[in-house]
């Protein structure tokens, strides 16, 4: 497919296992973003990421939340020690968009639904 | 800061109109406009930029008032494929590095019925 997939889709978790989300953008996208989308909240930013380098963190939560990117590609999200408030719909996007340019048009991934029983 | 985003809800009977709104306590350089359907993806539906324009998609034109730091949506006689969440996404400037991200509202759900 030619569009953002993100797995898995769902997840189910014990509070306090760590859990992982991947992100895999559109060819040749070379900024990408994760959201986090809870019931009532919208859609919060959470990271961005210009190729391999996050140049804007400042939305992660608390040091138990980390992303990295590799090979400009691929994104992992990763939750260590999850909480009950955790849960939530976590979005990528990706877009063409370069470094210094103004945000343009963002493609969603589907999103990875997290729950923390 | 999140923008604000009214009405939280409204809903419609098909044919009817809506005005969605948007705004800022910061300057703003452009306003994004986005539809999600229940279980997708949020998807574009337009950018605004610094200027005052007004946008058109198909039914579906916005505003932008950057004075009043503020964006409009206008949905027009309504259709029944309108109904979804619709979040405006506000870029406030560029930070010291020289980039800028969205900041997306809390969103306003629509629901257009026959």
């Known amino acids: 497919g030619a569009g953002v997939s993100q797995s898995p889709s769902n997840k189910v978790t014990e509070k306090g296992k760590d859990v992982e989300l991947r992100c895999d953008p559109i060819s040749g996208h070379t900024a990408l973003y994760w959201y986090r989308q809870s019931l009532g909240q919208g859609l919060e930013f959470l990271i961005y990421f210009q190729g391999n380098s996050a140049p804007d963190k400042s939305g992660l939560p608390s040091d138990r939340f980390s992303a990295e990117r590799t090979g400009g590609s691929v994104s992992t999200l990763t939750i260590q020690r999850t909480q009950q408030e955790d849960s939530a719909v976590y979005l990528c996007?990706?877009?063409?968009?370069?470094?210094?340019?103004?945000?343009?048009?963002?493609?969603f991934g589907e999103g990875s639904r997290l729950t923390v029983l | 800061q999140q923008p604000v985003q009214s009405p939280q809800a409204v809903i419609l009977r098909e044919g009817e109109d809506a005005v969605i709104n948007c705004s800022s306590s910061?300057?703003?350089?452009?306003v994004h406009w986005y539809r999600q359907k229940h279980g997708e993806a949020p998807v574009f539906l337009m950018i605004l930029l610094k200027g005052g324009e007004q946008k058109g998609h198909d039914k579906i034109s916005a505003s932008f008032n950057e004075k009043k730091q503020q964006s409009s949506l206008y949905l027009t006689a309504s259709q029944l494929s309108y109904s979804g969440t619709y979040f405006c996404g506000t870029e406030s400037g560029q930070s010291d590095s020289g980039y800028s991200t969205l900041t997306f509202g809390k969103g306003t759900m629509l629901l257009v019925s026959p």
């Open positions: 996007a990706s877009s063409p968009r370069a470094f210094t340019s103004r945000p343009g048009e963002l493609f």
């Open positions: 910061k300057a703003l350089y452009s």
